[in-house]
């Protein structure tokens, strides 16, 4: 009997195939019926494509199909289903793969599992290069033209874009026009993104979102779900070793309906094979939530670091830190001095924070000086830096110096040799250079698993811990910029692995770790990655930078609760370092940041972004960051649950959970009041609860609550921002 499509099923997951080339049909959850691979577009190849890198440029490989088949029977795949009561397996086996309509020498082998009782399908592919050319950006598994339930419309794509981003209906969005403004600040011309997401179209005709990891991409797995269907497709790949990948998703628009989801994997493969890691497709009930619960799972049970020394205890009971990026700007203009810093610290301490970031130190500037990273002779004196530091210290504050950990200054003449030794080279010789800014400056992106470059990070990290007497150091762009493939010849730690960027911030942080002082340092860098993370006190997330109607930091916290996030909070009145669209959200954003539980990272630039400029902008930066002190001194950093837990809450208010020893906080946020009652689940008879306001952070006994049949309900006080702490009652 003829068999247009092979079929494996667990019960609860039915996978369908093309019986002939191997592509996928069906990816059915049993309990619905419903086949989320709506659209069979022909424009991409299912399941598997890749790029070939050739001295004369790259060209995407695939699978074959019927005509190519038809005419080549050299490229007819070898396809077989093991069907063992609950569990099942598809094995597809390529000869050759497809390039331009002809016969490439690649070989590929296919896995596809489907366990007992497990709603996750597990895919794993194999290589075999036989050609003289690279393997790169290897798409498995691709799925497309994807939606959930009766209409793509209504789904929601929840993605790692840094602490996370949401995209209402990928098919259309991607395919959008994108929105952004222009702002400029000095002579930085910023380009904010407006709206979501969107795509780029490519030479297939696909509108295509690219998350490298490290960089735009901070954990690997994304989750399409349709909120209206209570139900969620998840994509991940187990990357054990961190190594370099990427997230695709893409749309061919509303004419063609549907959205792409695949896995990019960087295996830099010359002749030779290449078994990529286990990737898992699974079907959920539920939204976002179970996905973050399942990436965790995975994800903690791998070998864990907990870096002590760059996470020190102070840092835990800090509100935030006031940033002050006008010591040198760019272009040599001259704000404060070393011998002002004592004088910062006294003025950030009366706004509640103990904790002050200072960049523009070294010589020749923020922005320009890089990577000239000496006590910056405009100054002042080294020894004047050192005293500066020290009377902050002894006032009980926390100073960090700011420390670019990737670019080097192209027009320094004293630099070239370290540009020639260090800098990332791609595969056609020629330099990776990145502009900020000025025009007339550019900058080399400097290899971090270059061994040189990595010691003078770790040795100006340990001078001005050791020798200026910082107790933090910032790194900037660490998480946050793309990680980047490297070919340079002489950099010996990767040679033959130009995809081993993640590995040199390994190196890098393991390396800060034994040269800093006995009593740490508070870790601060750029961007967030789960990898990197964990070892570290904060990463910047920047919100004001995502896409503005996408931001969702929750996704990145729920996933990864333990790992501190902090977030840039501007003043809503002399903003001028940021754009008006943001800035009016100010208040919203400090919200944020506050229900979090993240960490401020507060400007305070002369002229440009200064809170003292306003009293009631003062004054609510005050207060909350008094609130946030006394929760964290009374109560500790708790594990963040977002809404999980809450029952009901009024709907212009954030809510948002955390557990601590003997119960649960919630911290509560609404820049018009909060008002109404929130319920909890709560199976206790009875409750200690307690309540903490702007007003009065000190908590006091909370009377205007109740339980009833494993919940607790409670009103909300009337002010901006409250913390509420339920926990067992003991006699």
Known sequence: MYHSRIRITNGLVTIGVDALNGELLELIRES???????????????????MLLEETGSR??????????????????VIRSDQQGEEAALYLQYPFLVSEGKRVDIGAEIIIHLHPEDCRAVFQLKLQNRTDAEIDDVAFPAIDGIWLGEN?????????????????????????????ITWKWQEYLYRFHMGQ????????????????????????????????????????????????????????????????????HRPALNKGSWTSDECVVAFHEGDWHWAADEYRAWFMALPHVNNKLLHPSWYDESPGLIAHYDFQYQMGGIVHRFADIP?????????????????????????????????NPSLGTPEELRNAVLQARNMGGHVSFYVNARLCNTGFEDQKHRIARSAVMQKDGSLWIEKYGAAAFSFASLCIGEQEWRKLLVDTVSYLTKTIGADSVYLDQFAMATSLKCYHPEHSEHAGDPCAWNQGYEHLLRELEETVPEEGIALLYEGCNDYFGQSVSGQLISELHCP???????????????????????????????????ARHSVELLHNAFTMGGYFWCYDLEEDNNWRENAEDTEALTQIAALRSAWLRRYGRGTFRDTSGILSKPDNSQVRLFEIQDGILLACASEKGLHGTVTVAWEEETADVRLMTLTCPEPKEATDWQTEK???TFRLPETTAAVIIIRIHRE
């Open 32 to 50: 619905t019926g419903d086949n989320a691979i709506k659209n069979h577009i022909r424009e991409t190849w299912s399941l598997l494509d890749g």
């Open 60 to 77: 995407r490989f695939h699978v074959p199909r019927f005509e190519e088949i038809r005419q080549d029977e050299s490229l007819q795949p």
């Open 152 to 180: 793509y419309s209504d789904d929601v794509l929840i993605y790692p874009h840094f602490a996370g981003c949401r995209m209402d209906n990928p098919t259309v969005q991607l395919a959008s026009c994108p929105k952004f």
């Open 197 to 264: 997401d969107t795509g780029t179209k490519d030479e297939r005709g696909a509108y295509v979102r690219r998350l490298n990891y490290s960089g735009d991409a901070s954990m690997l797995w994304m989750d399409l779900m349709d909120p209206s269907e209570n139900t969620g497709i998840y994509i991940t790949v187990r990357n054990e070793k961190h190594r370099m990948s990427a997230l695709r998703m893409e749309s061919f628009g509303e004419g063609n309906p549907g959205t792409g989801l695949a896995i990019l």
């Open 343 to 375: 004088a910062l610290m006294a003025r950030a301490m009366e706004m509640g924070f103990n904790h002050l970031l200072i960049s523009g130190w070294n010589t020749d500037g923020f922005d320009y000086g890089f990577p000239h990273y000496t006590p």
């Open 548 to 582: 503005f109607d996408a931001r969702m930091p929750e996704v990145y916290k729920y996933t990864f609760p333990d790992q501190g996030l902090m977030d840039m909070m501007n003043p809503r009145h002399h903003s001028a370092m940021r754009p008006e669209h943001v």
């Open 710 to 712: 494993g919940r607790l």
